[in-house]
């Protein structure tokens, strides 16, 4: 294997930590549930946390890779990855697990992945990159309730986190060995720590209004919520449209098939985690299936 082998190797295994940890969860949502004496509601913030630390810092993530490198960020994704899944498997209720399960590892991973699947390979093989990535994905999203059954059947639920460890360590050894630094740099460039705030407070601001109407939180603490989400959001666009280099370009949704294919997106990703969240709890209490069967049936 070449070294451009050897690095897609390591993207690859970062990647697949990624949708594994993803995917793996849901289907042990309910035993979660069930062996820390939480209530469904409740034990759906195992999923939340991951995906709350995601959606507010990927942009940023993604920012960040122009100006210090996207091997740095890369490797320093997989050891926040690492650190959170030790504590995930050490944890023993909902509040630490919730603490401990945060993605902004995976953010990280995910938000310069495929810049680095462009410097690994010649613009005349990028097609073939990107091919090899989405097949990562998509043989890691089945992968996962298969492997989550597996484990399942003779371990704990900690057993789903502790897994990560290693292979988390192996993609850190390639990574530091093969991944390539940044060809070019921006001469004046620099990360704004106003526009990471306003983003994560903007995408942070409306999940948290989302949160509140579905646990029954007061109308005036959501009125409270929308308000500085309506403030907050026109700043933080306003302010994107008159940067050089945005950390979310709003300029490209006025290309038709863009916008189109972000909003056809959005709306196939949420019409597919809400399935992956809610069936492990309809086929386990509502038809009797135990873990096993219930992710041999989601793969």
Known sequence: MGRPSWAILAVAFGVSLSVIDGAIANVALPTMARMLGISSANSIWIVNAYQLAIVVSLLSFSALGDVIGYRKIYIGGLGIFIVASLGCTLSDSLAT?????????????????????????????????????????????????????????????????????????????????????????????????????????TFGLLIASIEGYSHGLKPSYIGISVILLVVIGTLFVRSQLHKPYPILPFDLLRIPIFSVSVATSVCSFLGQMLAMVALPFYLQQACGYNDVETGLLLT
Do not use: E
């Open 97 to 201: 697990l919730v603490t401990a399960r945060q993605g902004f590892g995976a953010a990280a991973i995910t938000s310069v992945n495929t810049t680095l699947i462009r410097l690994i390979y010649p613009r005349r093989h990028l097609g073939r990159g990107m091919g090899v990535n989405a097949t990562v994905v998509a043989v890691s999203s089945v992968a996962g309730p298969t492997l989550a059954s597996g484990i399942l059947s003779i371990a704990t639920w900690p057993w789903l986190f502790a897994i990560n460890i290693p292979i988390g360590l192996i993609a850190c050894l390639l990574s530091y060995r093969f991944l390539p630094k940044n060809p070019v740099r921006i001469r004046g460039r620099h990360f704004d720590w106003r526009d990471g705030l306003m983003n994560a407070l």
